[in-house]
């Protein structure tokens, strides 16, 4: 749930800033990115039209995963984005690819404008205590070979890592303990965090220093996924800890987001920018 000056600003247009006459201003988000998964279908069948409607909604900023983006031409999306004022400040890449295909990975980052990479997702074979153990010395190495390409490294969470706990340890925690914290920061998927159940600002508070991004999706009273500010998270109150943490990228998510696919990511871009907190 948004809070009451975002609900005022965005249902009676007072301006801007959507304050009331001698209000204190609030704080705000800054540039608000959308994750291209989000709009995979889209993307894939036009990349620049999609990329025009993104940008016309007022996104200034992508994050770059699915949608076959990794085998397009990257100088063309380079060039798109530059024409509509769109940085890239991180795209998705598989372990796999990380794994066989590094060189080529730094190589599509640089070309888009990213300065780090995300690990976005983990399959079944990994989700076991060895393969966990097995898989984590590999983000560590991945993080130093980004750091001499001058590019950072940080994974992407969704909910296993939090439910699966080998020993009554879980993945997440694993993950944590096993990681050089200056190299592997955290891209935290706010909704499937609290889909795990975890306590999100404790979690936040805990993490402060090595939180790279967000990924902001909503959830409805039976958890479904819906666009932000279709649902019931009090997003404000997660935001107002940006002071301790100094989270910089905000990008919308919504893996599940219904077709046309544009009006969803519509809605949840205005509730971000009218949010207040």
Do not use: C
């Amino acid at each position: 749930m948004i809070d009451r000056r975002s609900l005022i600003g965005a249902g009676l247009g007072l301006g801007a800033a959507g304050f009331l006459p001698g209000e204190a201003q609030a704080a705000q988000l800054g540039p608000i990115g959308l994750q291209l998964y989000t709009i995979r279908e889209l993307f894939a069948a036009d990349p620049v039209k999609t990329l025009e409607a993104v940008a016309n909604i007022g996104y200034r900023e992508i994050e770059y995963g699915g949608g076959g983006y990794d085998a397009m031409d990257h100088a063309m999306l380079r060039r798109t984005q530059d024409r509509l004022g769109l940085k890239a400040p991180s795209i998705h890449v598989p372990y796999e690819s990380l794994r066989d295909k590094f060189d080529q990975s730094v190589a599509m980052a640089k070309t888009l404008g990213a300065d780090t990479v995300i690990l976005p997702y983990m399959t079944d074979e990994h989700r076991t205590e060895a393969g966990w153990n097995a898989a984590l010395p590999n983000f560590n190495r991945f993080a130093q070979g980004l750091k001499k390409a001058g590019l950072g490294f940080a994974y992407h969470n969704h909910d296993f890592e939090f439910t699966v706990k080998p020993g009554g340890v879980s993945l997440y925690e694993r993950l944590l303990k096993a990681t050089d914290p200056r190299l592997v920061k955290l891209e935290i998927d706010l909704y499937w965090a609290l889909h795990a159940g975890e306590d999100v600002k404790a979690l936040i508070r805990r993490l402060a220093g090595r939180i790279y991004a967000y990924h902001v999706k909503d959830a409805r009273a039976d958890g479904s996924m819906t666009a932000v500010g279709a649902g019931q998270t009090d997003f404000a109150s997660i935001f107002k800890l940006n002071g301790l943490v100094g989270v910089k990228h905000f990008y919308v998510e919504n893996d599940q987001a219904p077709a046309p696919y544009l009006p969803d990511i519509t809605t949840s871009y205005r509730t971000l920018r009218a949010l207040r907190f």
